[in-house]
C-alpha cells in the first residue's frame, strides 16, 4: 500500500486544484481512514476524531465535504447502505468485494478469482470495456441468522 507521505502529498495537490487549505481537521480524517481498517460513517468518524483529539475543533460538516472529495479523487471509496448513508474506507487497497448483513451492518471483505474473470467474460461478450467495478451482497450474517433461530 502506499505510504502515508504520499498519500499526504496527493491529498495537498488535490486540496490546492480544488482551492482549498490543506488544514488540520482534513488531515485528521486522512489520517483516520489510513490507519484504520474498516468501513465507517461520517458519524463514526467524526466521533472518533473528537474522542481522540478533543482539542481540535472540527465540525460533521467539515467531515461530510471531506470525505466527498477522497471520494472523488478515488482515495476512498464507499458503500452505499440507501437511507441509512454511506461508509466509507480507504480506496488504496487491493480489489474486494462485500457482504453485508441488513441486521447488524457487519460488513465482510472478499475477494473471488472465479467472480472476476466471470465478469470479464461478461463485459466482453458484450463487448464492454469494464473500467471498474463494485460487488455488494445483501442478506444475514452467520450470527444474526443463530439469532433469529
Known sequence: MISYNLLLEKFQTILKENGLKFTKQRELILKFLYKNDGHFTPEDIYTMIKKKNPDINIGIATVYRTLSLLENSEIVSSI?????????????????DHLICTKCGKIIEF?????????EEIAKK???????????????CEECQENSN
Open 126 to 140: 458484450f463487448n464492454f470495456k469494464m473500467n471498474d467495478h463494485t460487488m455488494k451482497i445483501v442478506g444475514l
Open 111 to 119: 475477494y473471488d478469482e472465479e467472480i472476476e474473470h466471470r465478469q
Open 80 to 96: 452505499s447502505f440507501g437511507a441509512q448513508g454511506k461508509k466509507y474506507e480507504l480506496g488504496l487497497k487491493k480489489h474486494h
